[in-house]
Each structure stands twice: as C-alpha cells, then as structure tokens.
C-alpha cells in the first residue's frame, strides 16, 4: 500500500489502472478508523479493482466552536490498518493540496442541506459537498462508499453526484454499531466512561420508537417523544429528534419510508445516529437498520 500526498501522485498512480480500464473505488474519511470504515474499505476492496481511501480532516465543515483541532489524527494507525485490509493506496493530504491559495469555490447542497443537522451547523454540509467534490475530481472514482450513520451527508453527495451528472456510483452502507448498539464513531473516543454508558441510551431511544412503529404507532409526536425521553433519562442533551421522509428528507408520511434522526449532546461529544422505519418491509430482523411494520 502506498500513501500519496499530492493530487500529481494520485492520477499518476491510477494512470496504470485507468488504462486498463479497471473499476477504481473512492472511500473518503477523515481517519481514526473503526469498524465503519473497515466495512467501507471491505465493501469497496471486494467490489472495485482499485481502492483509494482519502484520509483528510476538513476544516471546510467545522463550525467555530466545535472540534476540529481535538478531532483524532492518527494517520500511522490508519495506514496500518488499511494496508492490512488490502487498501491499494491511502491519500493523506495537507490541507494546502486540498485548498491552494486562490481556492474560492463553494458547493450549495440546496434544501437537503436544510434542516435537522443543518440548522446548527449552517456551512457543514456545503463544505462537506466541496470537498468530496474536490475528491471526486482527483481520484476521478467510478465508486464512492458512504456510511449511512451519516444519512444527510449521503443525501447531500447523492444530490450534488445528480445535480452535476458525476459519472461515479453512490454506495451507502448500513452504520455499524457497538455490540450494545452505540453507533461507531470517530468521536466515541471522547467519551468518559460514565458517557459511554449513557451514550448507550441514543441507540435505545431509536429502538424503543422503532419497536412502537414496528407495533403500529404512525404518529410523528409520539414516535419522537418517545425516543428522546430515553434519551433525557440518561442524561443527554437532545439537539434534536426528527422523523422526516426517508428519501427527501422533506415531511414524514406515515406511509412512505421514514428516517427517525438524532443529534445529541453527552457531556462535551456530539453524536449522530437514526433508524430508517419502513411501513413495506415485512420482515426485517433487529439487527439491521431498518424497522418495518
Ligand atoms: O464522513 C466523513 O468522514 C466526512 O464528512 C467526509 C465524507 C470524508 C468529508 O470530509
């Protein structure tokens, strides 16, 4: 595996594979790997030729105030951990590679930018968007892999990846949990012990309102009050709790796919998480994350 750290590195190393016409995948992180990433990088080794995990913290979706400068790097640890995997090349730029002076460009989401993680973080995904755009010009992937924990993030890419006819595949997989169900995260590290234990109850809160939906509850308030009151009984600092339509991010319809989404506070560390709820699936087991009815 090698580590490249300028975009000339990069096109000149995929020259060989673009010639020979071999699919090239895409897996953009900021790093401090865990079980998420890995079944990220897995899915892409065993359905690309050629696997590039772009391993770069973004200062572009930062707000003032949040953690930038504390975020995990552990770039060694990471480059470990992929070559071990099978990662044909990690891109681990500095932050000058990624915005040259002069760099002016912004990508605008639009309305699925709006909304539930939006509202406070007001410029995230417009410099989320920029950056896999960016990303997306130098490795020029034909597949690019997206965990769902992330699930307006996805929205987004998927949005811009159709606005601007990006000839490259969306792949979104499903998030990867914690045998107690807490969804990994790079920024679980910063959790004290007593906040892990309570962090616990974010996944809980999801559940207990999936279960009710999987019994037949269809309505919005007590679907969401019932998630964050789990979620206040421990301790946590609900942001919010929202059910919108899973495909739009728009109003939730009791008879369409919806994502019930949470953003929380435990002590100091903000956490994401949701459950897609699905009225036309019959059959699905607790494990996935998707709850029918
Ligand atoms: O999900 C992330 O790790 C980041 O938002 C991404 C997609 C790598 C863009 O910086």
Redesign the pocket.
């Known amino acids: 595996m090698r580590t490249l750290r300028t975009i000339r590195e990069v096109r000149a190393a995929l020259t060989p594979a673009r010639h020979a016409e071999q699919r090239i995948a895409l897996v953009?992180?900021?790093g401090a790997f865990h079980d998420g990433h890995v079944s990220l990088m897995r899915t892409a080794l065993s359905e690309a030729d050629v696997v590039v995990v772009?391993l770069?913290v973004?200062p572009s979706?930062f707000g003032p105030g949040e953690d930038l400068a504390r975020y995990p790097r552990m770039e060694s640890d990471d480059a470990a951990l992929a070559s071990d995997i099978g990662v044909d090349f990690v891109f681990a730029p500095a932050v000058e590679e990624m915005y040259p002076p002069g760099f002016a460009t912004s990508i605008d989401p639009g309305p699925v930018a709006r909304g539930l993680w939006g509202t406070s973080r007001p410029n995230h995904f417009a410099?989320?968007a920029t950056?896999?755009a960016r990303?997306f010009g130098i490795v020029a992937p034909d597949i690019a892999y997206?965990?769902l924990k992330?699930f307006q993030?996805v929205a987004v890419?998927r949005r811009m990846v159709a606005d601007l006819a990006l000839p490259i595949e969306i792949r979104a997989l499903p998030t990867i949990r914690e045998p107690d169900g807490l969804a990994m995260s790079s920024r679980n590290r910063y959790l004290s012990d007593d906040e892990r234990a309570r962090a616990r109850a974010i996944f809980l809160g999801l559940r207990d309102a999936a279960d009710a939906y999987t019994a037949g509850e269809r309505d919005l308030r007590r679907l969401v009050d019932a998630a964050r009151a789990v979620m206040q009984d421990a301790g946590i600092a609900v942001e919010f709790v929202e059910l919108r339509d899973a495909e739009t991010l728009g109003p939730y319809s009791p008879d369409r796919a919806a994502v019930l989404a949470v953003s929380a506070r435990v002590g100091d560390t903000n956490l994401i998480d949701n459950l897609v709820l699905a009225p036309q699936i019959t059959a699905a087991p607790r494990k996935i994350e998707t709850w029918s009815a």
């Open positions: 953009p992180t900021m772009s770069f973004n979706q410099g989320v950056v896999v990303l997206f965990g992330d993030q890419i």
